[in-house]
């Protein structure tokens, strides 16, 4: 992956990314060509990270629900963010805005209420096209609509398919505004033919010019260190002693109990802690939970790319990222869609 913005020679797209997060998102559309004018992040940990790896970027660690977005209307043609799903109350039924409010949808929605961008990227999990039956993504379509944007069809995209060794899925959400639609040519970034393995990010080779760097991790208790000794790479909880399954199977019997990972497949989707119970990750040779810098490259975050916080806090800032490869993917349609618009309105 280059580091070198792809750029319009009359122009470069300007963002306002919300809910940032460490950068996962941030940082590939950067790499797409896309400059920030803000981003806001209100964890501490994940804010101070954001500013340490680039200290040109303004960073506003607050509340949303305090910025004004106004003064951006006609300077921003792009905002982004995955807000955290949440319920709402759907006594109303009908109050379309109104009835978001209180969650941190309504405050992605207000941001494009108020700033009025040519084009939305919005990015959550899988889950969302179930929640609430349905019921909750259908909710947010209806306000974005009443916003003014047609919204393309939400698509789940598996990171496996865009440079990312990680059988990890995000859902997205594109929209453009109504006045654009007629122009505006827009596609989901194309699929690629190869699939990268764990071996492919943590050693040298095609995604990385080194083995991954030494760096601090989590480490197994005692009684969990000697199960997993047990375990084989690419094998779980039922590759076990029979002795030592019965436990397993009472207590739910998931393939990501007790999981280690081979060298020769993608990654588990990756979680905020590499040692939970039902979501194993355990090193192909070596029985500990991957290291920091090892979840960093899963996620295809470069070397140098640090975090702040404890341990703790730098594994939950990765595992809630969004892949930087699939991140720069989406960018690059993003800008395609965005110049679709411009042959025509410049």
Known sequence: MSGVPVRLESRTYRSIELFAGAGGLALGLEKAGIEHLFLNEINKYAAATLVRNRPHWNVLACDIAEIDFTPYRGEVDLITGGFPCQAFSYAGKKRG??????????????????AEPKVFLAENVRGLLSHEKGRTLKTMLRVLDELGYHVYEPQVLKAIHYRVPQKRERLFIVGVRKEYRKEAVFAYPKPFDRVYTLKDVLKKGALYDSDVPPSPGQKYPPKKREILEMVPPGGYWRDLPPEKQKSFYLGGGKTGIA?????????????????????????????????????????????????????????????????????????KSLVKLLESIDRVTL
């Open 259 to 331: 999981r280690r990972i081979s060298w020769d497949e993608p990654c588990l989707t990756l979680t905020c802690s590499p040692a939970q119970k039902q979501t194993e990750r355990c090193h192909p040779d070596e029985t500990r939970p991957f290291q920091v810098r090892e979840y960093a490259r899963i996620q295809t975050f470069p070397d140098n790319w640090e975090f702040e916080g404890s341990v703790t806090e730098q594994y939950k800032q990765i595992g809630n990222a969004v892949p930087v490869n699939l991140a720069y993917e989406m960018g």
């Open 97 to 114: 805005f109104e009835d978001t409010r209180g969650t941190l949808f309504f405050e992605f929605a207000r941001a494009l209420k108020e």
